[in-house]
């Protein structure tokens, strides 16, 4: 199956690519790889998990805003370029997971990403990663997510 068709499987209807926050763009391709921006749990222009883990958010809050982070690093993979199936190969995923004092469940929160992009894009979704605790984060918001692909033309 395409991710197209994975993602309708999902019942996920990709978004709008969420408009930068501030003075950055929200992808980069350099050569045969695209790097977006830190992608924020937004629907529409609402933060759906604002909070720290461990204090405010469960760890299922913040698997569910990982996963939210993902479907907007899509929309802006999409965007890049033009055809989900250019993805050749996700490369990395860097997490940062807005965190109380004494939460270790970072691993578990960036599944969440992790796991939407195993079932998009199969065996093309599987990455290298680094999941971060953070004391601060913009918006508020719960997590920050940014992907590195590599695409063909």
């Known amino acids: 199956m ?20 501030a003075a950055y763009v929200p992808w980069v391709r350099t050569g045969n790889i695209v790097m ?6 937004w629907v529409g222009e609402q ?8 204090a405010e958010l469960t760890d299922e809050q913040g698997y ?14 999409k965007a890049a370029t033009g055809d989900l199936e250019k993805i ?9 997971i807005h965190c109380a ?17 195993a079932e998009v894009f199969g065996d093309r979704g599987r990455h290298t990663r680094t999941a971060l605790g953070v004391n601060e984060m913009p918006c508020d918001a719960a997590v920050q997510l940014s992907v590195f692909a590599e695409v063909e033309d």
């Open 88 to 96: 050749r190969q996700l490369v990395r995923l860097e997490g940062n």
């Open 64 to 77: 569910e805003a990982a996963r939210l982070c993902a479907i907007n690093a899509i929309a802006q993979l």
């Open 47 to 54: 933060m759906r998990y604002a909070g720290k883990l461990g």
């Open 101 to 117: 004092p004494g939460f270790r469940g970072h691993p578990g929160v960036l599944n969440g990403a992790s796991d939407l992009m």
């Open 2 to 21: 395409t991710a197209e068709e994975n993602l309708s499987r999902l019942g996920i209807t990709l978004p709008s690519p969420p408009a930068p926050v």
């Open 36 to 41: 977006t921006s830190g992608q924020l749990p």
